[in-house]
């Protein structure tokens, strides 16, 4: 798969994020990404009950689909505003995947994701014959882990072993952590690396001082308010001491995160057009 540097996250779609977005809006948005020549998007089961594919899915019908390379999760079941329930089982996967196809309008999922699960999910040879049964029939072009955030170095070493191809991890300037444990496993089996939280949820911004704080139906009031502090005087210390005079944090963020050799793309959310074009703009910072 040929991406774009700077992919499109879409969990903001799903409506955690404190807006529920209309379809001109998203449509908005997509277009504008197109526009720069961003090609990947990556969404989820459940953002919202596969409401963010289906907006994408909307969009695609319309718009055409031959341009996007498309890749979503499996392993979650949304019920309401940050509750969900897993559901790694081969029956389970196997149905949020129609539904994913049914709410993407889509007969092929491009890079189909094990979602944030723990490793005993992860250690069921069941499920990635499964997957792999499912490629053979063409419902999947490619099998990736994203990688839950807590981490998982087992994963990202047994994943070419399981049949994946990609990794997706939280990377960012305030968490460096898969420098030791994922991107020498990627480098060495030639794995994709979809970096996510590349903004490390909008704080990378610069855009939010000490003392800020989130409203209800965005994901980030529900944050511990004491990390919350600890990574607000963090991102001062970044504005001060590393983010050249004249170049905005967050392009800077996203181009940090890009400068790693083993960082295929990031996967920014954004609200809306406008975030879209900015931070596109990154990739000529790299």
């Known amino acids: 798969m040929e991406v774009s540097v700077i992919g499109l996250?879409?969990?903001?779609?799903g409506g955690e994020w404190a807006h529920d977005y209309t379809q001109a809006e998203v449509d908005a948005l997509l277009d504008a990404a197109a526009e720069e020549g961003i090609n990947l998007i990556d969404t989820a089961e459940c953002y919202g009950d596969h409401l963010s594919e289906s907006?994408?899915?909307d969009y695609l019908a319309r718009r055409g689909r031959e341009r996007w390379m498309v890749a979503t999760k499996f392993?979650?079941?949304?019920?309401s505003f940050m509750n969900r329930t897993e559901d790694f089982s081969v029956a389970g996967m196997k149905e949020q995947l129609d539904g994913s196809l049914k709410a993407l309008r889509m007969e092929r999922i491009d890079l189909y994701q094990f979602h944030s699960g723990s490793d005993v999910w992860f250690q069921n040879e069941e499920l990635w014959k499964a997957l792999e049964e499912l490629k053979r029939a063409g419902k999947i072009r490619h099998v990736g882990i994203s990688i839950l955030g807590k981490g998982s170095e087992a994963q990202a070493k047994a994943a070419r072993s399981v049949g994946a191809e990609a990794l997706q991890v939280v990377y960012n300037r305030m968490d460096r952590r898969p420098e030791e444990m994922y991107f020498p496993h990627a480098v060495r089996d030639g794995l994709g690396v979809l970096a996510r939280v590349p903004l490390a949820s909008g704080l990378l911004s610069g855009k939010h001082q000490?003392?800020?704080?989130?409203?209800?139906?965005?994901?980030?009031?529900?944050l511990d308010a004491e990390k919350l502090k600890r990574d607000l005087a963090e991102?001062?210390?970044l504005k001060r001491e590393e983010v050249p005079d004249g170049v905005p944090m967050a392009q800077?963020?996203?181009?940090?995160?890009?400068?790693n050799d083993a960082v295929t793309t990031v996967i920014p959310g954004c609200?809306?057009?406008?975030q879209v074009r900015f931070n596109a703009g990154a990739a000529a910072l790299v």
């Open 235 to 237: 991102v001062e210390r």
């Open 252 to 259: 800077w963020a996203l181009a940090w995160c890009l400068k």
């Open 55 to 57: 907006l994408v899915g």
């Open 75 to 79: 392993g979650h079941r949304f019920h």
């Open 271 to 274: 609200r809306n057009a406008e």
């Open 210 to 222: 000490a003392g800020a704080t989130f409203p209800k139906g965005d994901f980030r009031s529900t």
């Open 9 to 13: 996250g879409t969990w903001q779609l």
